[in-house]
């Protein structure tokens, strides 16, 4: 199943919700947030190995990150690491992606799968994504649903129809949700027919085009009107006219909810898409006080239901700290209450108009 079957892994985020480790200099996909001396790209890039060879993992990302994404991964050549000329968000880099993947193989099966989400039972996930390559084939464009643990707001969700949902068993998509209000998410996990969506894509190269034919012409003539660009001298110049033309929209937003032939794989591998400090806690190991740390020489007193993040070498006395989250990278230093993290963004634009040369 592997000789046809290609990852393409987006790296190409600057997550800013993972500051101060996480910057335009180097984003969290390429940080080691959970302390084992790997980054979440390094993890992701294991994680496909089951799937698809090396020769057949390509990194979608931005120019000023190739060096990094080659330093990370080594066993990739420089021709695996597609970088955007501009971001134009998810749809336009996986028309791109596509359409000089299929100018390869005509007979290519696409696995998406971003750079920073968590998945903890590799088997499991490798498991589910054969259950997908083989709709996937069938014609339809599949995604993983993810079992909802809780009714979160921050998560897009998947309806399907009502009934027995096992864990690999596949479904046809009824309807792709934007993220709800409290009420809602409530309801939909209540209802036990709506299930995360994982952001995570399996589908042959020419459905996928297909799709965008049908869906978001524009976007499909932008980039299949010059298939002769592709894999040649020519198709850096051609990628750059492309992505000034693109719209800047997601591909749920242009084929996604749009499309009839989607699919579902119920998914139930731990799964997180560490959108936030808060997010990690859960995957961490903690003390117990509650607190998750990474550093050596931290030294906790009185100190609950934390997440501390410090450089190795740092000593540090922490004393009557509650849910607190504590993070140092590179002189920059957060102290954050965990129940105010949703504000990060907004004090972020305050320290930006004062430090500009922070977020460069």
Known sequence: MKNNTYSLIMAGGVGSRFWPMSTQHKPKQFLDVLGIGKSLLRLTFERLLGVSDPSKIY?????????LVLSQLPELTSDQVICEPERKNTAPCIAFAAAKILSIDAHATLVISPSDHLIINTPRFEGLIHIAIEEANQGKLVTLGIQPSRP?????YIEVASGRHAAGSVKHVQRFCEKPSADV???FVESGNYFWNSGIFIWRADVILDAMKLHSNALYHIFCESLDSYNTPMEVGFMRSAFAAAEDISIDFA???HATNVSVVISDFDWSDLGTWGSLIDHMQTDTNGNAV???KVHLFETNNCLI?????????LDGIQDTIIVESEGMLMVLRKDKEQDLKKYLQHIQHTNPELFL
Request: no cysteine; hydrophobic share 30%.
């Open 59 to 67: 990194i979608l990302t931005n120019e000023r990150y190739r060096d």
């Open 152 to 156: 979160d707001t921050g998560y897009g």
């Open 185 to 187: 998410a409530k309801s």
């Open 255 to 257: 084929v996604m909810e």
């Open 294 to 296: 990474v550093g050596d």
């Open 309 to 317: 993040h410090l450089p190795k070498d740092k000593v540090v006395l």
